[in-house]
């Protein structure tokens, strides 16, 4: 689901860590025990504009998350990833971050890192169908439709585009898995869509 670029791989494979399975927390999560089948949870939230003009320092207009993961029947383990997409004040196109998350699934939280240093995203599970997105320091975004190849990705991302003062914690609804299709990979498109069934 995440995409790295190539001088990531091998950082991100060693930061982020295999939490072992729980069915009540992965229930939590996932709105039921995945079992040891891949699981896709998706939460989104659109701010009205009347809570914008209440909040002007509020960058963020629309955010959607999806928690991808994958079960290692070997180490009986789970391990997880998120995938952000953000829509900013006065910009049409959505941005997205990518990040592995570590084991701390079992204290009701997964503490996600943005590949490469880019910062970091908690998720805290308020109640089953609704999530707190903490990003107290602010994330590095991508444009997902950038070159890949390219040595800045970055360099593609207008200066709007950013976390404000008042972008601190998020509160998302769990919706269908089939509406974070687009912030999937090609090859895990049929699985998100499979598990909204």
């Known amino acids: ?9 091998v950082l991100a494979a060693l930061t982020v860590a295999p939490a072992l399975a729980d069915p009540g927390t992965d229930s939590q999560i996932f709105g039921k025990d995945p ?5 896709f949870a998706c939460f989104a939230r659109h701010y009205a504009k009347a809570h914008l003009v209440d909040h002007p320092k509020q960058n963020v207009t629309d955010m959607l998350l999806v928690v991808d993961s994958a079960y290692d029947t070997e ?5 997880y990833a998120l995938t952000l997409g953000v829509n900013f004040r006065g910009l049409d196109k959505q941005f997205q971050a990518y990040g592995g998350c570590d084991g701390t699934v079992g204290t009701h939280k997964l503490s996600c890192y943005i590949d490469c ?8 599970f308020k109640d089953q169908n609704s999530i707190l997105v903490d990003i107290p320091y602010g994330a590095r975004i991508e444009d997902p439709n950038a070159d ?4 800045n990705p970055s360099a593609t991302v207008p200066d709007k585009a950013t976390f404000g003062p008042d972008d601190k914690t998020f509160l998302l609804s769990r919706v269908e898995p ?7 990979s090609d090859d895990d498109r049929q699985a998100i869509l499979d598990a909204g069934r």
């Open 35 to 39: 079992g040891t089948s891949q699981a």
């Open 1 to 9: 689901m995440m995409r790295l670029h190539a001088t990531c791989l």
């Open 178 to 184: 089939a509406l974070c299709a687009g912030l999937v």
């Open 148 to 151: 890949p190849e390219a040595s």
């Open 75 to 79: 180490s009986r383990s789970r391990s």
């Open 117 to 124: 240093d880019g910062g970091a995203i908690d998720v805290r």
